[in-house]
């Protein structure tokens, strides 16, 4: 019996989920242009939710708090956008030693490491310099929405 990506976000490690997309590539029809991708993607995805949510400080990207993480949750913040909303909040939040732009007030908050999701969106181009500037290529968008949905088939 396969275990639910519901139950892996609740429990596992990064590398446990990791393991779990590689071995449901590696079970698909996946092309191995997909792989190359996809683990990445949620490796960078996943460096910064699941500090966030072992803090118990889970957010919507418009701040709002959220209890406990889901697969619905984490496909949120796979959205390229989101995930480069997510950079800006949480650098001005470990700049700030105080998590910011959420509805947490006061919330003991330890700084999270972004070089893993930083690395990630500069190698597609994700300006992380100015926030109000959202500019990257279109194409590297669609190549995330087909990526998103390759990754909601491998795992239920």
Known sequence: MSISLDELLKTASKEEILEEYEKALDKSEEEDFWKDKILPYVDATLSVLLPLRDQNLLFTPEGRKVEQIDKDFFYRWCDLVCLRTMAFILE?????????????????????????????LNSYRVNLTDEDNLDFPVANYNLHTGM???IKTLIK
């Open 92 to 120: 001005q939040s470990n700049e700030n030693n105080s998590l910011l732009r959420t509805d947490y007030k006061n919330a003991e908050y330890k700084t999270i490491d972004l070089k893993i999701l930083g690395e990630y």
């Open 148 to 150: 998103l949905t390759t």
